[in-house]
């Protein structure tokens, strides 16, 4: 079974505060996702990576960034958390190569973040 | 601009009657159109999925429709149960550079009432 791993399910931060969220996948993907769930706007995607040490902006970046040292791995980064930027912060990874390219994206358990 | 919409916020069915969830999309060069429904505090689980060259696909109770002309895709479940009730995804996936990139929709609340 595919697993993706978030490293908290409830997070609380204060304003101002840098925020690290960890994700980690078992199944050799080569993509990885950052999204983010709000009410009325579905998931929204942050950044994502086609590679180790690759990363592109999606359609909201702003106020984030992220990392991957690893292929396993793929860190999102509030640089200076705020509180529009409390969410539930999804994780997803997926294969680019072989059958099953494109045809699933297997997404981690959620973080809900909340800053206060 | 939102390339997956999903204009039905919410859903509310019958439990043993059909549920009809609809989808529409704007880019011709999708490959395939997932499902995923998520409950409250968890993550998205997958669902079912279409390649863009099929129109339909069935997996049990659930079966998606596409309809390239009308760029429109559709879930149904039949029949639905009380368990059903969750929050469900359209996404579609696209290659992009060396990899696949997917798009969601919304999301359309479903309830079924036992």
């Known amino acids: 079974d595919v697993k993706v791993t978030q490293s908290s399910r409830y997070l609380v931060k204060r304003t101002g505060e840098k925020v690290f969220l960890e994700c980690v996948q078992d199944?050799?993907?080569?993509?990885m996702f950052w999204y983010r769930q709000d009410p009325g706007l579905g998931l929204r995607l942050i950044y994502f990576?086609?590679?180790?040490?690759?990363?592109e902006k999606g359609d909201i970046p702003e106020g984030y960034s992220v990392s991957r040292e690893k292929k396993e791995r793929f860190s999102l980064i509030l640089e200076s958390a705020s509180t529009n930027q409390t969410s539930m912060y999804l994780c997803?990874?997926?294969?680019?190569?072989?059958?099953?390219?494109?045809?699933?994206?297997?997404f981690g358990q959620g973080t809900r973040l909340t800053v206060v | 601009d939102q390339q997956v919409k999903q204009n039905s916020p919410s859903l509310s069915v019958q439990e043993g009657r059909i549920s009809i969830l609809n989808c529409d999309y704007t880019?011709?060069?999708?490959?395939?159109f997932l499902w995923y429904k998520k409950y409250p505090a968890e993550g998205p689980t997958f669902l079912i999925s279409?390649?863009?060259?099929?129109d339909k696909n069935e997996d049990g109770r659930f079966t998606v429709f596409l309809n390239k002309s009308a760029k429109h895709l559709s879930l149904h479940i039949v029949p639905s149960q009380p368990g059903d009730s969750a929050v469900y995804f359209c996404?579609?996936?696209?290659?992009?550079?060396?990899?696949?990139?997917?798009?969601f929709g919304t999301g359309t609340s479903l309830t079924v009432i036992p």
């Open positions: 997803a990874s997926s294969s680019t190569s072989g059958r099953y390219m494109g045809t699933e994206a297997f």
């Open positions: 199944m050799d993907h080569e993509n």
């Open positions: 990576s086609y590679d180790v040490k690759m990363k």
């Open positions: 880019n011709s060069m999708f490959d395939y």
């Open positions: 279409i390649s863009s060259i099929k």
């Open positions: 996404a579609a996936s696209a290659r992009v550079n060396t990899g696949n990139q997917f798009y």
